[in-house]
């Protein structure tokens, strides 16, 4: 007997309910107005933290920029005010590491003063437990860590490493964006 009505090849599936690829197709719209109006929203949790974010990474910019003409102004090397240390490290693996090398190039184009690295969430962790000061880490260093599930290995190992780093005051701050709360 056939599947799904009378023409129905023998390759068929039959879903009790309705087709899931157009119901998903179905959700773009409203899922996409969401987003929108989250992300519209000056109080809402992701607009919060990315302004946070755009913020820090403004001021060190900024600070870069002073020194760099206080050094102008004496006369002297501005190449010297370069940071010694990473300014943001970013982490995942696999597409979330891409998307963080994407990341890193475009903000290192549009903010060459600072010291933007991607490195892989496996390569982070063995240099925490074999060599930190391969990682160039300061008091003043951002981490963003990026997963899409937020439930990747490496990333959530790095992810607690990092939280445990902020708060004894090795970095500065940690930032984790993920697409699952």
């Keep these: 007997a056939p599947l ?30 969401a987003i929108h109006d989250d992300w519209s929203n000056p109080g809402s949790g992701n607009r919060q933290s990315a302004d946070g ?19 102008r102004q004496a006369g002297l090397d501005e190449s010297l005010s370069k940071s010694n240390h990473v300014d943001l490290l970013i982490t995942g693996v696999e597409n979330s590491l891409w998307l963080g090398e994407q990341f890193a190039h475009d903000l290192s184009s549009v903010m060459p003063r600072l010291t933007v690295r991607a490195l892989s969430a496996n390569a982070v962790l063995k240099a925490l437990q074999h060599n930190i000061e391969s990682l160039a880490l300061a008091r003043q260093s951002i981490v963003l860590v990026l997963s899409h599930s937020g439930r990747t290995f490496p990333a959530r190992q790095v992810m607690e490493a990092c939280d445990l780093m902020a ?15």
């Design 53 to 71: 974010l755009a913020q820090l990474l403004i001021a060190k910019a900024a600070n870069l920029a002073a020194k760099e003409a206080l050094l």
């Design 4 to 33: 799904c009505g009378p023409a129905a090849s023998p390759f068929s599936i039959s879903f009790a309910s309705s087709d899931p690829v157009a119901a998903d197709i179905a959700e773009i719209p409203s899922l996409l107005a």
């Design 167 to 181: 708060r004894r005051g090795v970095i500065r701050d940690l930032f984790i964006l993920t697409g699952e709360p």
